[in-house]
Nanobody, 123 residues
Framework: QVQLVESGGGLVQAGGSLRLSCAAS????????MGWFRRAPGKEREFVAS????????YYADSVKGRFTISRDNAKNTVYLQMNGLKPEDTAVYYC????????????????WGQGTQVTVSS
């Protein structure tokens, strides 16, 4: 069982930056591929980024590529999402998630989810 707790959300002006953190419980964090998803008001949850269990491979949605960076520190059981150049359309609740096995941008393949953290970008 893995428990995930996100933090770092907030209100920021367009062009600003935020760093989200996701702290995981359990001794096997390094066995999991980690992902970030988001859900904007009135929209379905969408993939943002994922990182392999060693941090060797990262993948991004086209909408955030070049602006967001996912990273992880297995010694701290934490995954991060550095968000730069934020836009109003990035406004959403951001969730981290964990899965075993191959990378995926489909939320249905992830086994564990955090409760989410709100990110609001004002224009």
């Amino acid at each position: 069982q893995v428990q995930l707790v996100e933090s770092g959300g907030g209100l920021v002006q367009a062009g600003g930056s935020l760093r989200l953190s996701c702290a995981a419980s359990g001794p096997t964090f390094s066995n999991y591929l980690m992902g970030w998803f988001r859900r904007a008001p009135g929209k379905e949850r969408e993939f943002v980024a994922s990182i392999s269990w060693r941090g060797t491979y990262t993948y991004y949605a086209d909408s955030v590529k070049g602006r967001f960076t996912i990273s992880r520190d297995n010694a701290k059981n934490t995954v991060y999402l550095q968000m730069n150049g934020l836009k109003p359309e990035d406004t959403a609740v951001y969730y981290c998630a964990a899965k075993r096995g191959a990378r995926s941008s489909w939320s249905g393949t992830y086994d564990y989810w955090g409760q989410g953290t709100q990110v609001t970008v004002s224009s």
